[in-house]
């Protein structure tokens, strides 16, 4: 399902976390976005510290 994808990777969510405006990326690809771009790669708000990140479990 779509839902268990990065929209950043559009590959598998991996040690996945949950910004403040609710969107789940993948850890790696959400700080490296964020270290070279700041920003929420999809809702475009201000991330400027992996301490805004929330790990998030995903079950299925």
């Known amino acids: 399902p779509a839902h268990f994808l990065c ?3 559009l ?3 991996v040690n996945p976390v949950i910004t403040p405006s609710g969107i789940t990326y993948s ?8 270290r070279e771009n700041g920003t929420d790669p999809i809702a ?3 991330l400027i510290s992996p ?3 929330q790990s998030t479990i995903i079950v299925h």
């Open 11 to 13: 590959d598998w969510l």
């Open 44 to 46: 475009r708000s201000c």
């Open 51 to 53: 301490l805004q990140l």
């Open 7 to 9: 929209p950043i990777s």
């Open 27 to 34: 850890r790696a690809e959400l700080e490296l976005w964020v």
